[in-house]
Protein backbone atom coordinates (compact mmCIF):
# COMPACT_ATOMS: atom_id res chain seq x y z
CA UNK A 1 0.00 0.00 0.00
CA UNK A 2 2.82 2.22 0.34
CA UNK A 3 3.34 1.94 -3.57
CA UNK A 4 0.33 4.29 -4.38
CA UNK A 5 0.70 6.81 -1.62
CA UNK A 6 4.48 7.03 -2.87
CA UNK A 7 2.97 8.43 -6.30
CA UNK A 8 0.70 10.04 -5.15
CA UNK A 9 3.54 11.97 -3.05
CA UNK A 10 5.78 12.42 -5.90
CA UNK A 11 3.01 14.00 -7.90
CA UNK A 12 2.10 16.26 -5.74
CA UNK A 13 5.81 17.46 -5.61
CA UNK A 14 5.83 18.01 -8.80
CA UNK A 15 2.86 19.83 -9.54
CA UNK A 16 3.92 22.43 -7.04
CA UNK A 17 7.27 22.57 -8.64
CA UNK A 18 5.74 23.62 -11.71
CA UNK A 19 3.24 26.12 -10.17
CA UNK A 20 6.53 27.75 -8.76
CA UNK A 21 8.14 27.99 -12.15
CA UNK A 22 4.81 29.24 -13.72
CA UNK A 23 5.17 31.81 -11.31
CA UNK A 24 8.36 32.54 -11.78
CA UNK A 25 7.99 32.82 -15.36
CA UNK A 26 4.94 35.05 -15.36
CA UNK A 27 7.08 37.67 -12.89
CA UNK A 28 9.88 38.08 -15.51
CA UNK A 29 7.45 38.45 -18.36
CA UNK A 30 4.96 41.10 -16.91
CA UNK A 31 7.95 43.65 -15.24
CA UNK A 32 10.35 45.54 -16.41
CA UNK A 33 12.79 42.24 -16.05
CA UNK A 34 11.90 40.90 -18.88
CA UNK A 35 15.09 41.01 -21.01
CA UNK A 36 14.37 43.34 -23.88
CA UNK A 37 16.53 43.29 -26.88
CA UNK A 38 17.50 46.82 -27.58
CA UNK A 39 19.39 47.13 -31.04
CA UNK A 40 21.17 50.29 -32.12
CA UNK A 41 19.61 53.54 -30.08
CA UNK A 42 20.23 56.76 -29.70
CA UNK A 43 19.31 59.06 -26.60
CA UNK A 44 17.31 61.64 -25.26
CA UNK A 45 16.75 63.36 -22.08
CA UNK A 46 13.77 65.14 -20.17
CA UNK A 47 13.36 66.34 -17.26
CA UNK A 48 10.72 65.94 -14.19
CA UNK A 49 9.50 67.29 -11.17
CA UNK A 50 8.56 63.70 -9.83
CA UNK A 51 9.31 60.60 -11.51
CA UNK A 52 7.00 58.57 -8.81
CA UNK A 53 8.55 54.92 -8.79
CA UNK A 54 9.73 55.16 -12.16
CA UNK A 55 13.08 52.76 -12.54
CA UNK A 56 16.20 52.15 -15.32
CA UNK A 57 14.67 49.21 -17.97
CA UNK A 58 11.38 51.03 -17.87
CA UNK A 59 9.32 50.49 -21.07
CA UNK A 60 9.39 53.79 -23.35
CA UNK A 61 5.98 53.99 -25.38
CA UNK A 62 4.44 55.82 -28.86
CA UNK A 63 1.16 54.76 -29.19
CA UNK A 64 1.38 52.16 -26.61
CA UNK A 65 4.29 50.14 -29.07
CA UNK A 66 7.54 50.07 -26.97
CA UNK A 67 10.30 51.93 -28.74
CA UNK A 68 13.01 51.84 -26.15
CA UNK A 69 13.44 51.76 -22.40
CA UNK A 70 15.09 54.00 -19.79
CA UNK A 71 19.18 54.15 -19.49
CA UNK A 72 19.45 55.91 -16.15
CA UNK A 73 17.40 58.63 -13.82
CA UNK A 74 19.82 61.13 -12.13
CA UNK A 75 19.15 64.45 -10.15
CA UNK A 76 20.06 67.95 -11.51
CA UNK A 77 22.13 69.59 -8.34
CA UNK A 78 20.74 73.58 -9.71
CA UNK A 79 16.96 72.56 -10.57
CA UNK A 80 16.30 70.02 -7.90
CA UNK A 81 14.31 68.01 -10.62
CA UNK A 82 14.87 64.46 -12.16
CA UNK A 83 16.71 63.92 -15.10
CA UNK A 84 15.31 60.80 -17.10
CA UNK A 85 17.89 59.99 -19.87
CA UNK A 86 15.47 57.58 -22.57
CA UNK A 87 17.22 55.48 -25.13
CA UNK A 88 14.90 54.74 -28.11
CA UNK A 89 15.92 52.67 -31.05
CA UNK A 90 17.24 53.90 -34.31
CA UNK A 91 14.48 52.62 -35.88
CA UNK A 92 12.22 54.82 -34.42
CA UNK A 93 14.21 57.91 -35.41
CA UNK A 94 10.66 59.86 -37.12
CA UNK A 95 9.95 61.84 -33.41
CA UNK A 96 9.30 65.41 -34.07
CA UNK A 97 11.29 67.11 -31.41
CA UNK A 98 8.26 69.71 -30.05
CA UNK A 99 6.76 65.64 -28.49
CA UNK A 100 6.35 64.96 -24.80
CA UNK A 101 7.03 62.82 -22.40
CA UNK A 102 4.50 61.89 -19.71
CA UNK A 103 5.21 58.96 -16.90
CA UNK A 104 2.15 56.90 -17.00
CA UNK A 105 1.38 53.52 -15.03
CA UNK A 106 0.55 50.48 -16.43
CA UNK A 107 -3.09 49.40 -14.61
CA UNK A 108 -4.06 50.91 -11.13
CA UNK A 109 -1.25 49.69 -9.10
CA UNK A 110 1.02 48.48 -11.82
CA UNK A 111 4.74 49.69 -13.54
CA UNK A 112 5.23 53.09 -14.54
CA UNK A 113 6.68 53.85 -18.16
CA UNK A 114 7.67 56.65 -20.14
CA UNK A 115 4.84 57.74 -22.55
CA UNK A 116 5.85 59.97 -25.68
CA UNK A 117 3.10 62.04 -27.36
CA UNK A 118 4.41 62.93 -31.03
CA UNK A 119 4.10 66.53 -31.64
CA UNK A 120 3.75 68.04 -35.32
CA UNK A 121 7.42 69.54 -35.78
CA UNK A 122 9.38 68.78 -38.90
CA UNK A 123 12.46 68.36 -37.20
CA UNK A 124 12.95 65.41 -35.64
CA UNK A 125 14.90 63.91 -32.21
CA UNK A 126 18.57 63.09 -32.61
CA UNK A 127 21.07 61.96 -29.90
CA UNK A 128 21.68 64.42 -27.07
CA UNK A 129 18.47 66.24 -27.37
CA UNK A 130 16.38 67.47 -24.17
CA UNK A 131 12.39 66.72 -24.39
CA UNK A 132 11.14 70.33 -23.39
CA UNK A 133 7.34 69.21 -23.12
CA UNK A 134 7.51 66.69 -19.40
CA UNK A 135 4.35 65.75 -17.51
CA UNK A 136 5.10 63.84 -13.78
CA UNK A 137 4.02 61.25 -12.52
CA UNK A 138 0.07 61.21 -11.01
CA UNK A 139 0.80 59.99 -7.31
CA UNK A 140 -2.14 57.61 -5.87
CA UNK A 141 -1.91 59.21 -2.75
CA UNK A 142 -1.91 62.51 -4.35
CA UNK A 143 -5.17 61.50 -6.20
CA UNK A 144 -6.92 59.97 -3.23
CA UNK A 145 -5.95 62.96 -0.81
CA UNK A 146 -7.66 65.41 -3.77
CA UNK A 147 -10.94 63.50 -3.85
CA UNK A 148 -10.78 64.10 -0.36
CA UNK A 149 -10.39 67.31 0.46
CA UNK A 150 -12.98 68.23 -2.04
CA UNK A 151 -16.10 66.49 -0.79
CA UNK A 152 -19.27 66.58 -2.72
CA UNK A 153 -19.60 69.71 -4.65
CA UNK A 154 -23.34 68.34 -5.98
CA UNK A 155 -24.86 69.83 -2.34
CA UNK A 156 -24.07 73.18 -3.18
CA UNK A 157 -27.30 75.95 -3.65
CA UNK A 158 -27.61 77.68 -7.13
CA UNK A 159 -27.80 80.86 -4.55
CA UNK A 160 -24.49 79.85 -2.96
CA UNK A 161 -22.80 78.88 -6.18
CA UNK A 162 -20.27 81.67 -7.62
CA UNK A 163 -19.37 79.81 -10.38
CA UNK A 164 -23.29 79.24 -11.13
CA UNK A 165 -24.58 82.54 -13.30
CA UNK A 166 -28.07 83.77 -11.79
CA UNK A 167 -29.88 85.36 -14.83
CA UNK A 168 -32.40 88.19 -13.54
CA UNK A 169 -35.85 87.79 -14.35
CA UNK A 170 -37.66 90.61 -15.61
CA UNK A 171 -40.58 91.53 -13.67
CA UNK A 172 -44.46 91.99 -14.88
CA UNK A 173 -46.26 94.91 -13.98
Do not use: C, H, W
Not at 54 to 65: E, F, H, Q, S, T
Not at 68 to 82: M, Y
Not at 105 to 119: A, C, K, M, R, W
Amino acid sequence: MTQPRRSFQIGTGLFILLGFAALAYLATQTTSVANYSQGDSYAIKAKFSNIGQLKVRAPVKLAGVRIGSVQSIELDQTTLDAVVRIGIERRFDEIPDDSAAAIFTSGLLGDQYVGIQPGGSPVMFKDGDEVILTQSSMQLEDLIGKFLVSGDNSKKSPATDASSPVQAQPENP
